[in-house]
């Protein structure tokens, strides 16, 4: 893949960089977080250096709540940049190209969601994005590994069309994962959260392929793994059923069955008293409580800390429990901390990850590397071959 330092000179060049500013939006408003961040470094490099930057970016899924506008967008990430960013309802517009033909040196714009169009799906050179865009265009950066696994056109469209180069974002990201998939023994997964599609994928291929020693397994995949052994967890296997999640279980147990001796699961558990404290149970007693479990306890963190601490490499991703809750947080923020303070290369995974970190006060520094990547990163690690990169290599 060719980077930005073979991009040369930028001043003056009109550069499409593709980022991803998709976010959780909360009471109408765009939250940011890492991604923001990361994209920021890139942009505000290429605008220091004299590009004019035309953003290309996306938010939510069609059909979906978080569906909407990059307008809000525009203001947080000019944020992160310290730059003015100027929005556009418009993707390839006669108006729009006749602006992005007139920008100076340095400006940036950014333009509107690439899903609102029908041909983002199509993935091709052959839609007039790319035939309208790469007229006003000098070359195409793809900033983000995190959509690099979509054949998108506002991702893979504009090779052969343009030169194409990886953005500094990506470029760390490629890096740092790539140094996950040839590890240093022994690797630790410490792998917690809700989205058990993404687990499962990751633990389906890292488990056969070997490249993984221990999983230590806290949140609802902690707690399938349990179920599928037969633990009963009480009012937990209701709330689990009623949440779709016990639809995974026969995959749990078939891991289980192949591979049990690489899992380790939670010994004990935390509920919620009346009073609003926290109160930690052995796995027998869950049962008796007749209230779900939403944390890991102090056994399951001390030995797992063990494990950790002795572990060459450490990948960390998702949630032990419900931190949002101050009573619930205990077990993701030591694990965090735990992960942080060890000797070995520690990667943390997904953008849901790297905002619990900031919210539980743990420093991203402390970390080998942050991923800000979800499904990519997953499928990169899964040794699958995403096609963002695919069409860099091109
Ligand atoms: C992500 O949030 O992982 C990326 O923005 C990709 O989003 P998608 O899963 O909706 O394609």
């Known amino acids: ?22 976010s959780s939006i909360e009471g109408g408003k765009v939250v940011g977080g890492p991604r923001f961040e990361v994209h920021a470094e890139t942009v505000r490099e290429l605008s220091s250096k004299g590009a004019k930057v035309v953003l290309l970016a996306h938010q939510g899924r069609p059909g979906k709540k978080d569906f909407a506008s990059l307008k809000g967008h525009a203001k947080v990430f000019g944020k992160s940049a310290k730059r003015k960013v100027k929005f556009f309802d418009e993707l390839f517009s006669e108006r729009v190209l006749s602006k992005i033909a007139k920008m100076t040196n340095g400006k940036i714009f950014l333009l509107e969601n690439t899903r609102f169009y029908a041909e983002e799906d199509l993935g091709s050179p052959e839609t007039l994005m790319v035939k309208q865009l790469s007229g006003v265009a000098d070359a195409f950066v ?14 893979v469209g504009f090779s052969g069309v343009l030169p194409c180069f990886a953005g500094r974002a990506l470029a760390k990201e490629f890096e740092a994962l790539s140094k996950l998939k040839m590890p240093e023994r022994p690797v630790t997964y410490c792998l917690g959260g809700a989205k058990m599609e ?15 020693d221990r999983v230590l ?57 009346k009073d609003g404290f926290r109160v ?24 797992f800390k063990k494990i950790i601490r002795d572990s060459a490499t450490v990948f960390v991703k998702g949630p032990a429990g419900m931190y949002e809750k101050p009573c619930f947080e205990a077990g993701t923020q030591q ?14 995974g997904g953008g849901d990850t790297g905002t619990a970190l900031k919210k539980l006060g743990v ?32």
């Open 198 to 212: 993404e687990v499962l994928s990751l633990l389906e291929t890292s488990l056969p392929g070997g490249t993984v």
């Open 217 to 273: 397994c806290s949140g609802v995949a902690g707690e399938l793994f349990l179920l599928a052994k037969g633990v009963d967890l009480g009012a937990k296997k209701g709330f689990l059923e009623e949440k779709g999640f016990t639809q995974h279980l026969p995959r749990f147990k078939k891991l289980l069955e192949e591979y049990g001796e690489k899992i380790v699961l939670p010994e004990d558990f935390a509920f919620e008293d």
């Open 335 to 348: 694990l965090f901390k735990a992960v942080a303070s060890c000797k070995g290369f520690t990667v943390v």
């Open 280 to 303: 930690e149970l052995d796995l027998e007693q869950v049962p008796k409580v007749g209230k779900p479990v939403f944390d890991v306890g102090s056994r399951t963190i001390k030995g």
């Open 142 to 155: 793809l900033d983000a590994f995190s959509v690099a696994h979509r054949p998108h056109t506002s991702v």
């Open 363 to 394: 420093r991203a520094s402390r970390f080998g590397y942050v991923s800000t990547s979800g499904g990519a990163m997953l499928e990169f690690l899964a040794g699958r071959k995403l096609p963002g990169l695919e069409a860099l290599n091109d």
């Open 1 to 22: 893949m060719n980077g930005l330092d073979e991009l040369g000179d930028v001043k003056g060049k009109t550069l499409l960089v593709r980022v991803d500013l998709n």
